[in-house]
């Protein structure tokens, strides 16, 4: 057991050097977030699985606080609404799920994150589609490898990983720092 928990580690900790290597995509991924929350619109969260967990802790970080006070963020996390999310399955499909929402929701000027460790999840293909005819601006967060949703999107943070779980941490790492310097934007408007 000892050998399965030093290698998870290790191999985060691989996968965080790798990142740290080139933060780029983090950087402009931070700027465009903070540009789209300081002109007034809202930025949009869709992924599945732990992908949706992941969109409701970004949402929760910017309209409530990540570590200091400031004036909230407009962001929705598309996974959160049952009422919605059963109604669209029901009647139009899970793969139009996050779509319907972006279109009911999402207006020029604001942002769509998709999250996805595959890069290919159908109903985040059809959100970033959909975002894109809206005039909206599409970042993704993805494995290594990118997938079918990387072309439709302006910006992208592709994990330096193609294992799930080091993925998602290193979504959950990049969130964390693009709260952090979309915090301080917003902050010392």
């Known amino acids: 057991m000892e050998g399965k928990i030093l290698s998870a580690i290790m191999q985060h900790q691989a996968a965080a ?10 950087e402009a991924i931070a700027d465009a977030m903070a540009k789209t ?7 949009l969260i869709c992924g599945n699985g732990g992908s949706a967990a992941d969109s409701q802790h970004i949402a929760g970080e910017f309209v409530g606080r990540f570590k200091k006070e400031r ?19 029901n009647d139009y499909g899970f793969d139009r799920v ?25 109903n985040v ?10 005039g909206m601006q599409v970042v993704g967060f ?3 490898k990118g997938g079918s949703i990387l072309p439709h ?7 330096p990983e193609t294992d799930t779980p080091r993925v998602q941490e290193m979504h959950i790492l990049a969130a964390h720092i ?12």
């Open 98 to 122: 996050f779509e319907r929402q972006v279109e009911a929701l999402g207006r020029p000027g604001d942002l769509l994150l998709a999250i996805s460790t595959s890069g290919s999840s159908p």
């Open 153 to 159: 999107c302006g910006l992208a943070f592709l994990a």
């Open 142 to 144: 993805f494995g290594k």
């Open 37 to 43: 929350a300081l002109a007034g619109g809202k930025i």
């Open 125 to 134: 293909l059809k959100a970033a589609v959909k975002a894109r005819e809206l």
């Open 17 to 26: 050097a790798a990142l740290a290597a080139d933060p780029s995509a983090i």
């Open 71 to 89: 004036r909230a963020i407009a962001a929705v996390a598309l996974s959160t609404d049952t009422s919605i999310l059963t109604c669209l399955g």
């Open 178 to 189: 693009i709260c952090e310097l979309v915090e301080d934007a917003v902050a010392a408007q």
